[in-house]
């Protein structure tokens, strides 16, 4: 069964910083992993998906790997913003459609 | 663009009441999914759905149904509502295995 791990559970940084989110899974027979961000009392938006075969995708000052051999992806969010505060879940994919879903790492940033 | 609708956003129910949350799709994606979002277990999978006339169950299907006689709509059914079910319930769909899954905004359903 597949387990996803999501590290930390909260992060509080100043406006400008540079940071680094976690998730890691522990079967590595992903079909891919998608990142999400939850504002408070919303669904969830779509920010990344990697595939299976790729490495890293890009999209703004968004920057997500994946290492599917040792189970692991994060997500680098670049000159952090206020507006980025939410709550960030990671997802890992089977090719039959399932997902399973980390707990979330909620973020701060202090103006 | 309207994407993902569900419907009702809130509901209060009575225990063992029944009702049908709405799920309707206008992308034409294959892929549906229901999950429900507790405090601190995350989101977990219901039901899901690779297209018209087939369903699966996911990690907690016990006291849902759902059924996906269209492409375009994925109701859950709460037989007997109970206490334990009270959450907040997301449909999400998706193209197909490999591309991104877009989620509706959730119903938060409170059982009494």
């Known amino acids: 069964k597949q387990e996803v791990t999501q590290i930390p559970a909260a992060l509080s940084v100043p406006e400008g910083e540079n940071l680094v989110l976690n998730c890691s899974f522990t079967?590595?027979?992903?079909?891919?992993l998608q990142w999400f961000r939850q504002d408070p009392g919303k669904g969830l938006t779509s920010l990344l998906l990697i595939q299976s075969s790729q490495r890293e995708q890009t999209s703004g000052r968004l920057n997500a790997s994946l290492d599917k051999s040792s189970g692991r992806s994060t997500l680098y969010i670049a000159a952090s913003q206020p507006g980025d505060s939410a709550t960030y879940l990671c997802?890992?994919?089977?090719?039959?459609?399932?997902?399973?879903f980390g707990d979330g790492t909620t973020l701060t940033v202090k103006p | 663009n309207a994407g993902v609708t569900q419907t009702p956003k809130f509901q209060v129910l009575k225990t063992g009441q029944s009702m049908t949350l709405q799920c309707a799709q206008d992308m034409n994606h294959e892929y549906m999914s229901w999950y429900r979002q507790d405090p601190g277990m995350g989101l977990r999978l219901i039901h899901y759905s690779v297209g018209a006339g087939i369903t699966d169950q996911g990690e907690v299907p016990n006291g849902y149904n759902v059924s996906r006689s269209t492409t375009e709509d994925f109701p859950l059914r709460l037989l007997s509502a109970a206490p334990s079910q009270t959450s907040v319930y997301f449909c999400a769909s998706r193209p197909n295995s490999g591309s991104e899954a877009f989620f509706g905004q959730g119903t938060r359903l409170t059982v009494v």
């Open positions: 997802a890992a994919n089977t090719n039959a459609g399932k997902s399973t």
């Open positions: 079967d590595s027979a992903i079909y891919n």
